[in-house]
């Protein structure tokens, strides 16, 4: 099983940036897809995450700001990321459960900075 994230880069404080992780590799889909991230020095953290029933859970520092989707059909999770903080500056991680298993993808930096 392969997790493919893209989307990440430099955006200004208040800027908007939007990730992409495609599920491959698998004749079953994820039962739940999500993203995580780590910051220098801190653990990893759930950022957002959403099962194929299409419940959602966020972390309390990015409700209202950022937007989980997933698209049963592609097993594509999305991330929309609006109202950017430098807090929000880490490596985002795409995580997929299937059968029970977690998968994780290579990270994706994001860095908010003037």
């Known amino acids: 099983v392969q997790l493919q994230a893209s989307g990440g880069g430099l955006v200004q404080p208040g800027g908007s940036l939007r990730l992409s992780c495609a599920a491959s590799g698998s004749i079953f889909s994820p039962n739940a897809m999500g993203w995580y991230r780590q910051a220098p020095g801190k653990q990893r953290e759930l950022v957002a995450a959403?099962?194929?029933?299409?419940?959602?859970n966020y972390a309390d520092s990015v409700k209202d700001r950022f937007t989980i989707s997933k698209d049963n059909v592609k097993n594509t999770v999305y991330l929309q990321m609006n109202s950017l903080k430098p807090e929000d500056t880490a490596v985002y991680y795409c995580?997929?459960?299937?059968?029970?298993?977690?998968?994780w993808g290579k990270g994706t930096l994001v860095t908010v900075s003037s």
């Open positions: 995580n997929g459960i299937i059968l029970g298993m977690d998968y």
């Open positions: 959403i099962t194929n029933s299409g419940h959602t």
